[in-house]
């Protein structure tokens, strides 16, 4: 009798479960679906598509389905080929993210509707891609402590909303230790509760210590809601010597000290015991904390992080300004700035980017706390006084995007910070991700669109002026926001209507009510079925009955499932349509990394990187049939052999497969992983989901039977590897029965025949819809036949079936029920009098049918849960088989052949390959091959695309030294190798000749690439040192190790030196070591130890190009020379780098490096003679410099006298000018009265003259230079009068003194004294005997267009220019050692652009791989400022000289 009580309670409870589900979270949604103006849009089915979604953990093209305001379908793919007949909104490669979720934002209203008020904050919000707020419970008024208190805040909101808003509640003292209190507030509908450690501001809402908290979290802990605390408390001792002294209020130094660092810390401390008792079996276990805007990134986040690690459920946020401003960055009296906790320095800001980026903070949050204009005080600047917050609403995505780009954040972390995780955190399951049965809230943004927050940008904040953020620059426009499938915001435009809603936790008494009854009603119909009752049902049913004493707990535990569509795809294009979360398949995989260390791990991760094992494992995933077998093949969870005998155990299965005739069918094999585990944690599983599993393990039936024939038809036992997957299995016949017996799998539906009480249920129903429907359709014709109606019309309103009248016609249903009315109040719908005890009855029966049906779904998926492990079995076992036969198929298609493992203890003396532990011939690498297979249209045969490779190694051979040229295939070879170990370990066929035989490698470990890094502070050199560090110590003796260029990156003697030990010491840890060098030391080991055998990359002396063939035993040459040549370089180069190659041979280093030496000392003394100099011209720019400053000091007023003077003398040239016409004008009317006909044109041409005459007299002066033989000999003196070129036809300046025998001197213009080459001046007036006449200085009216005056002043009489001197300076260099070769480009490029004309540019590339130096070798070659450069030399080894036009 227990044991059939026990059953009998697993499908009440699970029937308790999910009606909870349904009636916890409510919220009046009908606005949103297609409400009039609610939208811009005019339909509410429609698809959007993008090339970058972010959804499913990544970021690719994708169509989202959007209907009836959820997200019902994503296409990911090529989509274009899918969506058809529905409106399509593509958006091109604007990124379609998560809309935002802001839980931290203060919306004043009601009460302070002055600060900002709903519907203006979610104006800003929905223009911002926020699509739900949580508005705080302080800065409105009255502050929201209590349930009526919310209830005026949910009035005040009422039609105002553009996007949805739930609320915080308040805990204050009044409430803390009043737990009815707190209830009440959390029944009304609050999503948690807030509170302050230190004074708020607001004088109804006082601030709460840890007692306070403590006990507000016992009470938070039943509702399972977080508790937000603003973590500031001044310490018991407090440290005031930073504010002793006379303060300026207006400097943001005396506001920062004010609320230093310890406040956060103090608050922070003193809340250990509260997070303490949030940890499993604490006192308020359930309830959680979360630290709102954390400033402080070092103490305060490490008590954050401790908490974490002991198990606390603590979150903690920040907000955008802190990560954007720093506090050297605010200008003093600026109290737009002002807020608490205060932006505090910039090394604080690094370090809390740092915490967002590593997961230590959880989430982001405006903040947004904005006031009324005459509160900041920005006249007076005052931030003592000045109310604290910071306007940003709608500024939040583009600040974090503009602010993040530097470290590297990626759009699914923004999606994190702003969406997923805030959502978690109010307690929002069906928000914060695009995933079908989720709320369309999508905003779509383009993160390349950049703008500045000027005057001209539309700001919806109530007060737009009071925002730090204006007049920043700033990355990632707003193109459109979704809520629930309203587009409420597009081009600058909100839709007519505010159609958001207020989200409300809340639990109606009378529904949990009616569903206990319900409970009692199904305990009737359990007899039938009690023999399914399982010991699974029992913790079932112990899990149900705790979740119902706590109903609101239950949506954190139970939820309805959704539909799950996975269909396979043909290779290279593929199209994942889902329609509901995606699920994670199973991990039972075999795998060699359980038990590595995190240092092993790290290097086989970097190694699999390095040799593109992802990629063949990405290949293989369009061989597989299951999605479980893609979705493990995409993320590289392929079988790799623990073992030898693993590893042919799984080459055996792919030989298996190879033979297969026809392909496995595995069509009805789905991934049913997640629905399993549902089932196993106490969810209720659907109807599609039971019918998956069902028909999932038919299909791995069908699969084994197929095998099984197949191996009945050969009789050889060629596919007993498959067969033997298989055996063993238990294919769960009489669990397929039951689910086949009871639900339609086609229709998704409980069949009638699943229980006798269902079917008796169905039955009552449909006779008593009969007489429903027949009385509606009698008494709707009445009407009709009355007027009362157009025509007549038997509806549903409510859920209970009605007729419509009009409503002027009502009287014609006497004693009916008004259920609803039109929109227009014409028309209404009313339920007769005869007709409620019929719509009571179906009201209850479509209950108890409900009820019956999820009776049955619980027992079954009780019977799931109980074969869960066998499940699980059979589910790895087909994912095996699928990967076995996408092994297969993968061989066929690449021409594969099975490998076997070379026996180092035993040999064959017939077979030729015995004396090798690799014989290999003819192997193609695999990803190269992949390329000419999938050139449809190529020209080049397959078979001669790649090139093949012959690898032979000896037994006794330990380390293989490559050589050979550049861009020879050295690199290639050794991946090619690296792989095909990974491959035949993995059981996949590699494409080769004949038998290839290779040993079996533990570990394969690999430094290939540049290991660079910025980041971590990392040169090539240390990069490749740092990796090797690693490989030495999780070596073993059947380890594979591949090192790509040794040693290089450093003085090659010490390169060489460090190369030869590190190679001797794997020598005797290692199976094998495979190494490329360039350096030839290396190869002659093998003359002093046998474990080392040398190779070279064979190279065409002919062609002068490499053959890409491996020469085995042989030494082989860089061919560097002859590689520039073939390319076309300069022959005069090449011919000096053979001398330096001559000069560079062993018996002549020491003779170099004594010569070297000298040149340095040389070198070293020019330029500290060159120093003192410049030391010299810099004393004499300063005196310059302070001349000009107290020139320029009363500038101004010369200005003006100056202007002042030259206007009256323009003036009184004026008047002179004027008489002088007006005297030529009264001559010739004079002269024309007295004058005959024919003396007109005398006249005219005589006042012409005239007219011209006086034009000439005033015509300016410019002045011109002219090379004549007397200018070659003037020779200034002291005192001569001069014209300088460049500084004006008309300025004249005077020689104070003679320099030298070239005619140089320092001329003096006015208080400006500069020194001028004789080339440059132009003798007007000798200082004692000679006359200005002597000056071949001649006046002229016009000068021909001269040259730039930069460029005269850098050419010298010969026509050569002239540059600055080659001395090395650090505003002359630009260093590009320890860059990649895309960042030096850009940066010389930059350093070129900024240099002066004729500058001389030192650019230090450093000797390294030559990537570098090569680029910037390019770079000067073609830039149009370069006029030339000057190559490396011996005693400027690394550095390139170049001369900037």
């Not at 230790?177 to 004088?203: D, H, Q, R, Y």
């Not at 995007?401 to 955190?425: C, D, H, M, R, V």
């Not at 496995?664 to 049913?672: H, I, N």
């Not at 009780?862 to 990967?883: F, G, P, W």
């Amino acid at each position: 009798m227990a044991a059939s009580a026990k059953g009998r309670l697993v499908p009440v409870l699970a029937v308790a479960a999910a009606l909870a589900a349904v009636l916890l979270y409510r919220a009046p949604f009908s606005k949103s679906l297609g409400g009039e103006g609610c939208s811009l849009l005019p339909h509410d089915h429609f698809w959007i598509a993008s090339e970058r979604v972010v959804t499913l953990g990544r970021v690719g093209p994708a169509a989202v389905e959007v209907k009836g305001g959820l997200i019902n379908a994503i296409a990911v793919g090529d989509y274009r080929n899918f969506v058809l007949r529905r409106p399509l909104l593509d958006y091109g490669d604007a990124v379609i993210m998560p809309g935002l979720i802001d839980v931290h934002a203060h919306l004043d209203e009601p009460g302070r509707e002055e600060w900002e008020g709903f519907s203006t904050g979610t104006r800003a919000a929905a223009a911002g891609g926020i699509t739900t707020l949580v508005d705080m419970p302080l800065n409105s008024f009255p502050s929201t402590v209590s349930e009526e208190t919310l209830k005026l805040k949910l009035e005040a909101a009422r039609d105002k909303l553009f996007v949805d808003v739930g609320f915080w509640g308040g805990l204050v003292p009044e409430n803390a230790f009043n737990p009815s209190a707190l209830e009440s507030l959390l029944n009304a509908g609050v999503l948690g509760l807030k509170s302050f450690m230190c004074p708020s501001g607001i004088n109804d809402f006082p601030m709460t210590n840890s007692t306070h908290i403590e006990e507000g979290l016992v009470t938070l802990a039943k509702y399972r809601r977080p508790l937000l605390i603003h973590a500031e408390r001044i310490p018991d001792v407090e440290d005031d010597d930073g504010l002793d002294g006379e303060l300026d209020p207006r400097s943001y130094a005396t506001y920062l000290k004010s609320r230093p660092p310890a406040w956060e810390e103090s608050a922070i401390r003193d809340l250990q015991r509260a997070m303490k008792d949030t940890e499993a079996g604490g006192r308020s276990e359930g309830a959680h904390i979360h630290i709102v805007h954390l400033s402080d990134a070092k103490a305060s986040l490490e008590l954050m992080k401790d908490a974490k690690r002991s198990g606390a459920s603590v979150t903690v946020e920040t907000c955008p300004h802190y990560l954007a401003f720093s506090a050297d960055e605010v200008p003093d009296g600026d109290t737009r700035f002002k807020c608490a906790p205060p932006i505090r320095d910039g090394m604080n800001r690094e370090n809390l980017w740092k915490a967002l980026l590593d997961g230590h903070i959880d989430m982001l949050s405006s903040d947004h706390s904005p006031s009324a204009p005459d509160l900041k005080l920005m006249e007076e600047g005052n931030f003592l006084k000045a109310w604290g917050g910071i306007s940003s609403l709608q500024f939040v995505l583009p600040v974090t995007w503009s602010y993040g780009k530097k470290y590297g954040i990626t759009l699914n972390q923004l999606a994190a910070w702003w969406s997923e995780n805030p959502a978690k955190l109010a307690g929002q399951k069906n928000k914060g991700a695009i995933l079908p049965g989720y709320h369309a809230d999508i905003v779509v943004w383009k993160p390349e669109a950049q703008f500045e927050l000027d005057d001209s940008h539309s700001v919806y904040h109530k007060h737009r002026n009071i925002s730090a953020y204006l007049g920043k620059e700033l990355s990632g426009k707003v193109l459109s926001t979704f809520v629930r499938g309203n587009l409420v915001f597009a081009e600058d435009k909100h839709a007519k209507a505010a159609c958001g809603v207020t989200i409300l936790a809340k639990v109606d008494a009378e529904l949990i009510h009616a569903m206990v009854q319900a409970i009692r009603r199904s305990l009737l119909v359990c007899a039938p079925l009690q023999a399914w009752s399982s010991p699974a049902s029992t913790a079932m049913a112990g899990t149900a009955k705790l979740t119902l004493l706590l109903p609101t707990t239950l949506t954190s535990t139970v939820s309805f499932p959704t539909r799950v569509v996975l269909k396979p795809f043909p290779p290279l294009q593929r199209l994942v349509v889902a329609s509901a979360a995606s699920s994670s398949s199973f991990q039972t995989l075999s795998s060699s990394h359980s038990l590595e260390t995190p240092e092993a791990r790290q290097v086989r991760l970097e190694t699999e990187s390095a040799l593109e094992w992802g990629s063949v494992c990405a290949r293989l995933a369009d061989f597989a049939a299951t999605a479980a077998g893609r979705a493990a093949c995409v993320e590289g969870r392929v079988a790799v052999g623990r073992s030898r005998d693993e590893s042919e155990r799984l080459i055996e299965q792919t030989a298996a497969a190879v033979l297969l005739s026809a392909p496995l069918d595995f069509g009805g094999v789905e991934d049913v992983s997640a629905v399993v585990a549902a089932a196993t944690g106490g969810r209720l599983l659907a109807v599609r989901e039971i019918c998956g599993v069902g028909r999932s393990i038919r299909a791995a039936r069908g699969v084994f039977d197929q095998l099984q024939s197949l191996a009945q038809e050969t009789r050889d036992g060629r596919f007993s590897p498959l067969l033997d997957v298989l055996q063993g299995c238990d294919f769960l016949t009489e669990l397929v029965q039951r689910i086949e017996f009871c639900l339609d799998s086609t229709l998704s539906l409980v069949l009638d025949r699943a229980s006798k009480k269902l079917e008796t249920i169905r039955r009552e129903r449909r006779r008593n819809i009969e007489m429903l429907e027949s009385l509606l359709k009698d008494t709707a014709s009445k009407i009709f036949q009355a007027g009362g109606i157009d025509s007549p019309v038997v509806t549903k309103r409510r859920s209970r079936m009605c007729v419509g009248v009009k409503a002027s016609h009502k009287h014609l249903v006497p004693g009916g029920i008004v259920l609803s009315s039109s929109g227009s109040g014409a028309t209404y719908f009313m339920e007769p009098r005869d007709a409620v005890e019929l719509n009571n009855r179906e009201v209850k029966l479509s209950g108890d049918e409900r009820a019956e049906e999820l009776v049955i779904l619980g027992l079954l998926t009780s019977s799931i849960a109980d074969s869960q492990l066998k499940i699980r079995n059979l589910m790895d076992m087909i994912l095996e088989l699928d990967l076995a036969c996408a092994r297969g198929s993968y061989a066929l298609w690449t021409n594969g052949v099975k490998p076997s493992f070379s026996d180092s203890y035993s040999s064959s003396q017939s077979d030729q390959s015995s004396d090798y532990s690799v014989y290999i011939e003819g192997i193609r690498h695999p990803l190269l091959l992949e390329q000419s297979l999938m050139a449809e249209d190529s020209t080049v045969e397959a078979s001669e695309m790649p090139i093949p490779l012959d690898m032979w190694v000896k037994k006794d051979a330990r380390i293989v030294v490559i050589s050979g040229p550049n861009t020879g295939g050295k690199t290639a070879t050794m991946k090619t190798l690296g792989l095909s170990s990974l491959m035949a370990k993995a059981g996949i066929f590699f494409p080769a000749k004949g038998r290839p035989r290779i040993p079996w490698f533990d570990q394969v470990l690999a430094d290939i690439g540049d290991r660079q890094s910025l980041e971590h502070s990392l040169s090539t050199f240390s990069g490749h040192i740092s990796r090797l560090r690693r490989i030495v110590e999780v070596v073993s003796k059947d380890s594979l190790v591949l090192i790509d260029e040794i040693g290089s990156g450093t003085d090659p003697s010490e390169g060489v030196a460090l190369s030869t030990s590190i190679l001797k010491f794997l020598a005797s840890k290692v199976n094998l070591a495979i190494v490329t060098t360039h350096y030839a030391d290396l190869s002659r080991l093998q003359s002093v130890d046998s474990r080392f055998e040398n190779a070279a990359m064979e190279f065409c002396l002919e062609t002068l190009q490499p053959t890409y063939r491996i020469l085995w035993g042989s030494t082989g040459n860089s061919n560097a020379l002859s590689i520039a040549k073939s390319i076309g370089f300069d022959q005069k180069v090449l011919d000096r780098a053979q001398e330096w190659v001559e000069k560079l041979l062993p018996d002549k280093q020491k003779e170099r490096q004594g010569l070297l030496y000298d040149s340095l000392l040389d070198e070293r003394n020019l330029l500290e003679s060159q120093a003192n100099e410049g030391a010299s011209v810099l004393s004499q720019v300063e005196g310059l410099y302070s001349e000009i400053h107290l020139e320029a000091d009363d500038l101004e007023s010369r200005v003006a006298a100056l202007r002042t003077r030259e206007t009256q003398k323009v003036q009184q040239e004026l008047k002179v000018v004027k008489s002088q016409m007006d005297t030529i004008i009264k001559n010739f009317e004079v002269q024309l009265k007295n004058s005959k006909l024919e003396q007109y044109n005398s006249l005219m041409r005589k006042a012409e003259a005239a007219t011209a005459s006086v034009v000439a007299s005033h015509q300016p002066n410019e002045i011109t230079f002219n090379d004549d033989e007397n200018q070659s000999l003037f020779v200034p003196q002291i005192g001569d009068k001069v014209y300088i070129q460049g500084l004006g036809g008309g300025t004249m300046a005077t020689v104070i003194e003679t320099l030298g025998e070239d005619g140089s001197c320092i001329v003096q213009y006015g208080k400006i004294k500069v020194q001028v080459k004789r080339s440059k001046m132009k003798l007007v007036q000798r200082g004692t005997n000679e006359t200005a006449t002597s000056s071949s200085v001649k006046p002229k009216g016009r000068t021909p267009k001269q040259r730039s005056a930069v460029v005269e002043a850098n050419q010298s009489q010969d026509g050569s220019v002239s540059f600055g001197p080659v001395v090395q300076t650090s505003k002359n260099t630009v260093d590009l050692r320890g860059k990649r070769v895309s960042e030096a480009s850009y940066e010389l490029r930059m350093a070129i652009d900024a240099c002066r004309p004729y500058q001389v540019l030192f650019v230090v590339h450093g000797m390294g791989t030559g990537a570098v130096k090569d680029c910037a070798i390019d770079v000067l070659r073609n830039h149009p400022r370069v006029a030339k450069f000057e190559d490396e030399s011996p005693l400027n080894y690394g550095c390139t000289v170049a001369y900037i036009q």
